[in-house]
C-alpha cells in the first residue's frame, strides 16, 4: 500500500519519496540525488531522464538526458553558454534543435529557468555551489560541474549515477575559451569550445506536473500525466515524437527511433544502435569524397543491401522513396546550422544537397548520439556496446564527421571504417497498430489502407 501511495502525485514529492536519505543532499537551495544507483529515471517525449534535483523553494524538478542526445561544436570558441552554438541548439524550437522535438514544452517546462554558469577551474571535490556570478535564463540548459559533484557524494566520482560511461559537457567555463566536461571514467576535464562535444540536455519540470505510474527504476521510469498515452492503435507515426522506439526491419536491426519530422507529414527515423552482422557491428568505408550520394560506396550499400537485406519488402513499401539529405560543411567552432543552412539565421538552404532513399544522419541532428556506456563506470574499459559511427556531414574538403564511441563528434578520412546509423522517412500514412514507444514496448507500425 505504501509503494502505491508515494507512486502517484507531484513530480518532486515522488522522487524524493522513492530515494532514501542516504542518497539525497540537501544544500539549503536544492535537495539532490545522490550514490550510484537511485531509482530517478523518468521518460518523458520519448527520452530517458534523470532526476537530479528538487529546488526547495519553487519545487520545480531539474532533469538530465541519461544518454548523449547529440554532439555540436560548443561555440566559435568563447566558453560562454549565453549567445553559444551549443544555448542555440537546445532552445531551437525549430526540427532543428532540442526545443523544436520536445513535447509541449510549455505544459511541462519551466521556460524562465536560471542556469548559473559561472567560471570553475577547481578540481572535482573543491568545488562549491557556484556564486549566481554568471547566469542565463533559458527553457533548456546543461548541468553545471557543481550538480554533477553532488551525484557522488559518500562515493568517488566515477560512482556517481550522473557517470554514464560517456564523454559530455557541462555549461560551466573552465576559462575563456574552455569548458568543463566529464570524462567517460567520470573524472572531470576540459576541453576547447571549438569542439563537437556530447550534449546531455537538461530541463526543469514543473512543480505541478504529476507522476502516474512506474517506480522510478530504469526498467520502469517514472510516468508523467500528459505522456503517459494509451491505445494508440490507428495513430499517426507523424504525430509522435524525437526518440520513440519502432519495430523496424530485420532479425537483429529491428529497433528504429524516431529523429524528427523534419518533412511535413513524414517521420523520419534511424537505427536505435549501428548496424550489426552476428553481434558484430558492421563497418564500411565512406566513398571517394566527402559528398554523400546513392552510389558511393557507403550509399551503395543503403540503398541496395541494406534494403534487401537489413529492411526487407514486408518494410520497404513504408519508405518514402526520395529524401533530401543536406550536405553543408562544418568545421570546428562553426553553427551546426550551416550543415543545412547557408547561414547561422536560417534564411534559405543549402545548396548542397543529394536526394536517396536512405542517408545517413547530419551533425547536430537528433538521436546522433550514444544510447549506451562506452567505458564501465570508474574505469576507462570499453564495454564494447558503442562504436563509431559515420555522419553525412562534410568536416572540409577531404574528411567527413562520426560519431565517436564515447559520444563526441570528429572527423575521420574515407578509408577509414566506422561503423553505420541508416537514417530514411517513412511515409505519411504510417500508424501505429500497438505499443507505447518506449524501449520496453516499441511501436508497431503498418501503412493505413
Known amino acids: 500500500m505504501f509503494e502505491e501511495i508515494i507512486s502517484k502525485g507531484e513530480v518532486g514529492t515522488v522522487v524524493l519519496s522513492n530515494i532514501s536519505k542516504d542518497n539525497m543532499y540537501d544544500d ?7 550514490g550510484q544507483y537511485p531509482n530517478n529515471y523518468v521518460w518523458y517525449s520519448g527520452k530517458l531522464w534523470r532526476a537530479v534535483s528538487v529546488n526547495n523553494e519553487a519545487k520545480t524538478v531539474k532533469l538530465v538526458t541519461q544518454w548523449n542526445i547529440s554532439a555540436i561544436n560548443y561555440s566559435s570558441g568563447s566558453s560562454a553558454f549565453e549567445g553559444s552554438y551549443m544555448e542555440d541548439w537546445l532552445n531551437d524550437t525549430t526540427v532543428d534543435g532540442f526545443l523544436g522535438n520536445l513535447r509541449e514544452p510549455d505544459k511541462f517546462i519551466a521556460t524562465d529557468a536560471v542556469w548559473d554558469a559561472t567560471e570553475d577551474d577547481r578540481a572535482l571535490g573543491s568545488i562549491t555551489r557556484p556564486n549566481g556570478e554568471t547566469t542565463v535564463t533559458d527553457t533548456i540548459g546543461l548541468l553545471n560541474i557543481y550538480e554533477y559533484q553532488t551525484s557522488y557524494i559518500g562515493s568517488s566520482a566515477g560512482n556517481g549515477y550522473l557517470n554514464n560511461g560517456l564523454y559530455w559537457t557541462t555549461l560551466t567555463p573552465y576559462d575563456s575559451n574552455r569548458v568543463c566536461l566529464i570524462y567517460y571514467n567520470g573524472n572531470a576535464v576540459n576541453n576547447s569550445s571549438l569542439y563537437a562535444l556530447g550534449t546531455r540536455p537538461s530541463i526543469n519540470l514543473k512543480p505541478e ?8 527504476s530504469e526498467e520502469n ?8 498515452d494509451a491505445n494508440l492503435s490507428g495513430t499517426l507515426l507523424s504525430n509522435r515524437y524525437s526518440g520513440e522506439y519502432i519495430s523496424f526491419g530485420t532479425g537483429e536491426n529491428n529497433l528504429y527511433r524516431i529523429v524528427s519530422h523534419e518533412t511535413e507529414g513524414l517521420t523520419k527515423i534511424t537505427s536505435a544502435e549501428p548496424l550489426k552482422e552476428n553481434g558484430v557491428f558492421k563497418n564500411i568505408a565512406f566513398g571517394d569524397n566527402v559528398y554523400y550520394f546513392s552510389t558511393n560506396t557507403i550509399g551503395s550499400f ?5 534494403l534487401a537485406n537489413y529492411v526487407g519488402s514486408e518494410n520497404s513499401g513504408m519508405i518514402e522513396d526520395n529524401t533530401i539529405w543536406y550536405l553543408g560543411t562544418v568545421g570546428n567552432g562553426i553553427s551546426y546550422r550551416l550543415a543545412k543552412y547557408t547561414d547561422i539565421n536560417m534564411s534559405s538552404l543549402t ?8 542517408g545517413l544522419l547530419r551533425i547536430g541532428e537528433m538521436m546522433t548520439g550514444q544510447f549506451e556506456q562506452y567505458a564501465l563506470k570508474n574505469s576507462i ?3 564494447g556496446l558503442t562504436t563509431p559511427y559515420w555522419v553525412l556531414t562534410p568536416f572540409s574538403t577531404s574528411v567527413v564527421y562520426y560519431t565517436s564511441s564515447y559520444g563526441t563528434a570528429t572527423a575521420k578520412s574515407l578509408t577509414n571504417n566506422p561503423s553505420i546509423k541508416p537514417s530514411l522517412n517513412l511515409k505519411s500514412n504510417v500508424i501505429i497498430t500497438s505499443g507505447d514507444g518506449t524501449l520496453q514496448n516499441p511501436f508497431n507500425i503498418e501503412l493505413s489502407n
Open 28 to 34: 539549503g537551495y536544492d535537495t539532490f540525488t545522490t
Open 209 to 216: 506536473i504529476k507522476i502516474v505510474s512506474g517506480d522510478g
Open 221 to 228: 521510469p517514472y510516468r508523467l500525466e500528459g505522456d503517459n
Open 302 to 306: 543503403l540503398n541496395e543491401e541494406y
Open 351 to 358: 545548396s548542397n544537397i543529394t536526394n536517396a532513399k536512405v
Open 381 to 383: 574499459t570499453s564495454t
